[in-house]
């Protein structure tokens, strides 16, 4: 069920009287009850999807039982392959099968051969990218012996299927999340206070900034060859709002979830369109995949160690496999690339690493050189969204031709629909919350929380006053959910 | 602070909220859901043999019901379709007949067998049926439920000992809920349309739409007099989103198709005379159609064979070039203006034996 639905109204609050009156009193009926919980959100798309779940959590479990149970490198590399294959073999046949077939088919063709093959007709699972990766962390980890395997299946079933952060993301480690489910914490009034507001700015994101946005989008990229080059800007420059609302919408009420339920998820973006380079962006946007691809394949491969063709390499694979992780299509793995080309200049000077600190920390407002340092990423970001919202590479090449046209500078008619500029000030009021919370862990974070209690609940009010009455509610999906 | 107090608190700060959001829904009102006897209002002035105008979202199968249920007379011709089909009127058939037009917007199969139902279950026989056809009529996922206001004139279709009165209307109240209809109702509180109670109209030609006598529909001033250019601009705007009702249309839907074979053999077999009708897409539309959504052409070579099959006539098509009209004859994307509805009738005159 999506997060923006009136199922999930219903579904959240009755979960949580159930949990904190009754599954709560007890530790293995509290674990079984988020399995229970996790598996109705989940099957609710379609029932078919948790056979496949229960797979992965079946065979990992195992897998890391047996892992853990010998000091033999063979057989624990051996059990681990296991869960890889499984695990990637499953992701790889459902998501990338019919991608590669007709790959292969086109290049059969390049030389003149017909070759016929028939496509999978599958649908793919939702969130499958995301659960595996988080039960390939777990196997890894026990295999690095950075943690221990668990004993407990329940314990772990409700790790994989923790349904706040099931279908996208934040991508836990086991190091961090399972743990949680090894005892019970009791319930804190402030934790469960800030998961509310963390929900409200989520939701606020998703349904006002996100929704809003689409549309344009959606436009824009639908009627490419007969718009000027100042409209598909503004479509670009909206799909970077639109997916930041969208994706970081859904980690703020994912993360605001689990807090009603007392556990503590990762942030996952750190306000990225923030950020004074790309690398500052890359730790900032998606920060559990990133760190993710981090730790158990650019690490693995050697990292920043060797020389500088190694490196190249290395960060190359890395954004290249992320683009291909997002979605079977060349634009993903063309967007990745682009990524890869943005931020190894910087690798190479050491200048990857220069600001690790929030743009004018403790300060108001930022530096002009600060605020070019900004815009610059932003728009480097911008040219790089379009090919991951193109329909495929031909499309975004004729989207960016269009853009870099002499026609940016004509007037675009998307200017004269009057809902327009109701979701331009939406945008700017926006990215003022954002900007004024950026230290924070999400926006609402701290702001207000040292006003007079009348101030800061009108101000709760007046936000979600503009939900009702300026969010779009056709029920649209999260972007990420096609991952 | 335990659970109950976080839950006691949230629900107190919570609730001014919320009955705003429900009183909102209620007293706005924006498709008239909680108003009571719309619909009879506006049947009682059309059953005076009198126009009605300043009609805003009524329950079209509850007032076509209401029609029905206290005509004094069977009319000889009866329409049956969707809007498309909402321009046929007295006029078009040369005032050789009575007409009574019983369509609603969106029809599907459900609607068509339901509103002839309610003709059979009140006695009423009409002799002569103009049964429309849609693009949308056979696609399963058409997303059309508003049939179900006539659930129980539907089932009885096939189990005439099965005639269940309509129940609690759940779907309406649920609405009291709904985000989507709270803007909507908000914006109808902030700049509506004053009142929007159905009034006598002393003419055909208003600023709202309106209905005749016959039940046929005359289009509010502002939509029949629209430029041809800022028609094509709402198409094309139309065309960014979903395509009305022919989304996900992706097979003939098997048991839509043996309905309204069966819906057709009903009325062979009650002697009525019928006549098939179908609009064609506005030009813009219609390479839409064809590019994308071709299936609505293999709807009408089956309807076309059903109805060669059973001798039935058939009159129009999808396809606005096979009947000579271009973007000049169209409203909109889907409906034609009254002079080509028409003169596509009266091209094909006498429809009905004479």
Redesign the interface.
Known sequence: MLFNS?DFALFLPIA??IY??WASKKLGRRNLFIVAASYLFYGWWDWRFLSLILFSTIVDFWAAQKIQSTENKSSRKSWLTVSLLVNLGLLGTLKYFNFFLDNFVELFTLFGQEFQADRLDVVLPVGISFYTFQTLSYTIDVYRKDLEATKDPIAFAAYVSFFPQLVAGPIERATNLLPQFYSISS?R?QQ??DG?RQILWGLFKKIVIADNCA?YV??AF??TDELYGSTLLIGAVFFAFQIYGDFSGYSDIAIGTARLFGFKLRQNFAFPYFSRDIAEFWRRWHISLSTWFRDYLYIPLGGSRGNRFFVIRNVFIIFLVSGFWHGANWTFIVWGGLNALLFIPLLLVNRNRRHLEVVAQGKTAASLKEIGQVLLTFLLTVLCWVFFRADNLGHAFDYLGGMIDPSIIAYPKIMDDSDFWIVSVLLIVFTVIEWLGREGLYALEKIGLNWPKGWR?AMY?GI??II??F?R??QNSFIYFQF | MQPRSFISRTMLLGAPVFLLFVAVNYFGDASLLFEIGYEEKMAEIILEGEMVENFYDFDERIFQKEVISNLDETPEVVVLGSSRGMLINTFTLDSVYTLMNNSVSGASVEDLIALYQTYRLNDHRPGRVILSFEPWTLNRNNEQGRWKSLKGEYQSFFDPNNYEPPGIPWDKYAQLFSPSYFQASLYQLIDGNGSRDPKRAKDPYNETNTKMPDGSLVYYDEYREAAPDYVDQLIRKYMEGDIYSIENFKELDAELRSQYEQLVDTLLAEEMELVIYLEPYHPIMLKEASENYPIVFEAERWLKKMAADRSLRVIGSFDHTKLDFDADDFYDAMHLKQSAVTELIQRNAPIFAP
Do not use: H, N, T
């Open positions: 009136i949580f009287v904190w009156f319930f009034y469960a206070v509310l549309r959606d436009f639908k009627s609940w009010y979600v006053l009702l009455i969010g509610f056709e």
